[in-house]
């Protein structure tokens, strides 16, 4: 049996095509794997730990070897145990919206809690190296717009979160986009949502 962690990072609910594709994913990846036991973790309603200045000291304590004091030990735990939460799973599936041409803020949040040293990357002789290997990801990327051609540069959600997924070890990264969702009108994004879902039930089978 494998375990799927599937990461919520729109606020929408079931108005987001991003969720909707990747429940979609989801159901047919059960039909095909019915033995599997999948994880939703919605980050809205996740109790994040914020990496203040308390898992900073932290961080930089274990980094350089020394004692953690005593008044940062309690976040640099929370820290410790999202990292080790996340990479209990053995594949991941993720909804990820555009805002503002990234990623929405509590994924961000979720990011620089989980990519610490020694957890999941090391930096050894010069050289990056992540440490959460072996494992695939799906991601479903939503936006309002389209973001070809000459609108590429705007783009710094879909190159920035799969290199952050590359960062830490993922190399096995399939994914599919969802655009416009809101420049066409209700009915292009409809349309646009419904193909990708199709495409989604196709590459779950063999996730």
Sequence with gaps: MNKVLYIQASARGERSA???VADAFLASYKESHPADE????????ANLPEFDRAASNGKYA????????????????RVLATIEHFKSFDKYVFSVPMWNFGIPYKLKQYLDVIIQPGQTFNFEDGQYTGLVTGKPAFV????????QGDAS???F???????????????NVQSL?????????????????NDVIENAKILAANF
């Design 157 to 171: 959600q879909k190159p920035y979160f799969e290199l952050a997924l590359g960062f830490i070890g993922f190399t």
């Design 62 to 77: 274990v980094m350089s070897g020394a004692d953690i004091p005593d008044a940062d030990k309690e976040a640099w735990r």
């Design 140 to 147: 479903a990327f939503a936006r309002g717009g389209e973001y």
């Design 18 to 20: 991003s969720i909707n």
């Design 38 to 45: 999948i994880t939703r973790y919605n980050l809205w309603e």
């Design 177 to 193: 986009t969802i655009e416009p969702t809101l420049m066409g009108g209700p009915d292009v994004a409809k349309a646009k949502t």
């Design 153 to 155: 540069g705007m783009d």
